[in-house]
């Protein structure tokens, strides 16, 4: 599997699990998970690409970026007791990276 496949379906899982519980808001849902998508597919980086809080080019828009954030604070620490290997895999990566 390409590590950009697996960005994209972690950052899908992480904000399915943000609207989940937080169902005012879930009209928002499909708008962020496109423009994800869109921003992963043009990534500069390719399938090199550092973690989006840490990488220097910032490519997503001022009102995007505040709902990821938003939704990554919030599913980030919830991730180890509902996908637990992909936690860990994306907390490796990120000590590996550091």
């Known amino acids: 599997m390409k590590k950009s496949d697996r960005s994209l379906g972690l950052v899908d899982f992480m904000i399915d699990l943000y609207y ?3 169902k005012d808001e879930d009209h928002e849902r499909a708008g962020l998970k496109a ?3 869109k921003r992963l597919a043009l990534c500069p980086h390719g399938d090199d690409k550092p973690f ?3 990488c220097k080019i910032h490519c997503y828009d001022k009102n995007h970026r505040t709902m990821i954030k938003k939704v990554m604070k919030y599913a980030g620490p919830r991730m180890i007791f509902y996908a637990p290997g992909v936690a860990l895999r994306h907390l490796l990566e990120n000590i590996r990276r550091n």
Do not use: F, L, M, P
């Open 20 to 22: 989940d519980k937080h």
């Open 35 to 37: 423009y994800a998508a």
């Open 52 to 54: 989006c809080s840490s």
